[in-house]
């Protein structure tokens, strides 16, 4: 019996040039916006919060008044310093025309001098520390966590406001250890912030640290961006994608159509003369969703 031929039908197909690719060249990351710094704030004196002046979130200018304690003790305080400090003095201006003509001895001269002298230091002691019953901001920011409340006692050094630098901010992200040696200070990079509905930022100057962390084996890395809007808040999340050298010229293929042999040779399937062939190659590191092709291409 003769064997019929059987006409298959052609199977459509879609084709690409080989050619260089610049994706590999991009490294992506999750990080986090940070405060270009942050001070705590305290007041250099004891006493009871009498009035706390603003509210987190708040922008406030050098030298505002943001709180204040009950000055009713240090006036007290200095009242009576003032009274002494005034006796020492009058005292000082009668004995020394008496000391002058001669009728006062030296020791006693110079007891009197000592005793003006401590009215004076106690004077400006309880001035500075009426002073320091008002909180001023050392400079420009925004004010970060508040706390504490009216009333509390607070003791020196306890921070009762923290003021945060965000005219220019942080973008803090973790680099593996197999990535860390591809990023430089001078890599380009995108920040992309989805909570200003996917705005784009544009960093250099990357900062990286030389020491990884022992657990996860990331480097601790960080780009600086200027806010002058002050639309950039620390919290918020963001993509970072970094430009790191450049490969334009790697070729990369969608890895869904690198196949194996059962001898475990990958190929892909290529044109020639109208006919498609298989094309053996070797492979490198993925990218997203290809593979770089090192040979055979």
């Avoid at 052609?10 to 990351?29: E, F, R």
């Avoid at 020394?96 to 001895?105: A, I, T, W």
């Avoid at 400079?139 to 409340?149: C, L």
Wanted: proline share 3%; aromatic share 4%; with cysteine.
């Amino acid at each position: 019996k003769t064997q019929q031929p059987v006409n298959e039908l052609p199977v459509n197909v879609i084709t690409d040039t080989v050619s260089g690719s610049d994706l590999i060249n991009t490294l992506n990351y999750v990080g986090v916006i940070e405060e270009n710094s942050s001070v705590a704030m305290s007041f250099s004196t004891m006493g009871t919060i009498e009035k706390i002046f603003v509210s987190e979130g708040d922008y406030v200018n050098r030298g505002q008044l943001l709180a204040r304690l009950d000055p009713s003790s240090a006036k007290s305080l200095l009242d009576a310093a003032g009274a002494a400090l005034k006796q020492a003095q009058d005292g000082y201006s009668r004995l020394k025309s008496v000391h002058d003509e001669g009728s006062l001895s030296e020791i006693k001269m110079v007891d009197i001098e000592t005793k003006l002298q401590q009215a004076r230091s106690s004077f400006d002691i309880a001035k500075n520390n009426l002073e320091n019953c008002s909180l001023f901001a050392p400079a420009s920011g925004v004010i970060g966590k508040k706390m504490a409340q009216a009333g509390e006692n607070t003791i020196i050094g306890k921070t009762v406001l923290t003021l945060l630098d965000i005219s220019s901010v942080k973008v803090v992200f973790s680099v593996p250890e197999n990535e860390i040696s591809s990023i430089s200070a001078d890599c380009r990079s995108k920040i992309t912030v989805t909570a200003l509905g996917g705005k784009e930022f544009q960093g250099r100057g990357i900062k990286k640290s030389v020491s990884a962390n022992m657990i996860s084996r990331t480097y601790p890395a960080n780009i600086t961006i200027a806010n002058p809007k002050r639309e950039l808040l620390p919290g918020m999340v963001c993509k970072i994608e970094v430009s790191a050298g450049d490969q334009s010229g790697v070729i990369v293929v969608p890895v869904n159509i690198v196949q194996t042999t059962a001898a475990g040779k990958q190929f892909v399937w290529g044109v020639k003369e109208g006919s498609a062939e298989r094309l053996f190659i070797t492979t490198g590191m993925a990218k997203g969703n290809g593979v770089v092709v090192t040979g055979g291409l």
